[in-house]
């Protein structure tokens, strides 16, 4: 009877370690092993007695119980240790979810107010350029210089205003050629060292958009060819229209892309190897954000004879002009 205990007792142990598997083979060798050692006649798996029969019968229903139930112990316990590490580790990344959101808002509040604090400082200064008049010789470097920082925190605010989802489109009917208008208004000076070569616009319908934030998301594009397309070539813009879908692209004649950029050039502070400085890596961020809230996407290639090329894709709808 002790031999029967000790080998239940290995059993269970083995139960603590093993798999289901090696301990029920355990259990069965155990009881093939009792029989053959201790009971009668010995040495052989033949049992003589019904008494022992049955003590056998009951130990090997014993011995694969507790194995059974030993190792669905063990497994319990692992798959509740699991679920502990498991609720600790989502915990974990809720809280540093929470820490970066927070570190984002703060970043974006931040931003957000030194951004309007420097809108006045650089308001009293384009009034004191005002003042200086043209003959001034530092006048041009002073208006340069602020025209510059009115873009810098221009650019601030309109990425906040993307990441935070405050953007709104307004569609309304319009022509493509307002968007144009607008685009360039503000680049007059940078464009003055390229010649802009301005296709399709004229020929398309009245479409229905946001013409107010189109023309901000290509204007961003049309100043980032300005810094990057080598002085006195051309900047074309085309604008083109298939099935209620409008693409403008902006090509230039620069560099191009390295080639292992790709849409990485629209990732926020992101700045290619070798940009020029001065830029903030704002100003493509912002134009794909507002393409985004507009359901629509930018993308960009570099050109087989040679620049970068972006193309703002925008869903579009057409007003039919009416038969005659």
């Known amino acids: 009877m002790f031999a029967a205990l000790v080998f239940l007792l290995a059993i269970v142990l083995a139960g603590t370690r093993w798999n289901r598997s090696a301990v029920l083979t355990m259990a069965v060798a155990s009881a093939l092993v009792w029989n053959f050692i201790f009971v009668p ?3 052989t798996l033949h049992i003589e007695s019904p008494q022992d029969v049955v003590m056998f019968v009951m130990f090997f229903i014993v011995a694969l119980s507790m194995g059974h139930l030993t190792t669905r112990l063990r497994e319990r316990e692992a798959a ?3 679920h502990h590490q498991e609720r600790e580790q989502l915990l974990a990344e809720k809280h540093r979810a929470e820490l970066l959101a927070e570190a984002e808002t703060l970043h974006r509040t931040l931003l957000d107010s030194v951004s309007h604090e420097l809108k006045t400082p650089i308001s009293i200064i384009r009034t004191a350029i005002d003042g200086l008049g043209t003959e001034n010789p530092f006048a041009r470097e002073i208006e ?16 906040t205003r993307v990441e ?12 493509a050629t307002d968007v144009l208008d607008q685009a360039t208004r503000t680049l007059k000076r940078e464009l003055g060292a390229h010649p802009l070569k301005v296709s399709g616009f004229a020929d398309l319908p009245l479409l229905m958009l946001d013409s107010r934030l189109l023309a901000q998301a290509v204007s961003n594009v049309l100043h980032n060819a300005t810094l ?17 879908q409008l693409e403008v692209r902006v090509r230039d004649h620069g560099p191009g892309l390295p080639e292992d950029v790709d849409d ?4 926020k502070f992101y700045r290619t190897p070798g940009s020029p400085a001065g830029g903030t890596g704002l100003g493509l961020a ?14 960009v290639r570099n050109h087989p004879e040679g620049g970068a090329e972006f193309t703002l894709h925008l869903p579009v709808k057409i007003r039919q002009s009416p038969e005659p």
């Open 144 to 159: 340069t210089a602020n025209r510059r920082l009115q873009r810098i925190v221009e650019n601030f605010l309109e990425i």
């Open 164 to 175: 935070s989802e405050a953007v709104k489109p307004r569609p309304e009917w319009c022509e």
């Open 264 to 267: 990485r050039v629209f990732e």
């Open 286 to 299: 912002i134009s794909r954000g507002l393409m985004r809230a507009l359901k629509g996407d930018i993308t």
């Open 80 to 82: 509740l240790e699991r």
């Open 41 to 43: 006649p010995r040495f």
């Open 228 to 244: 990057y397309a080598p002085m006195g070539t051309p900047i074309e813009l085309s604008a083109t229209l298939a099935d209620e």
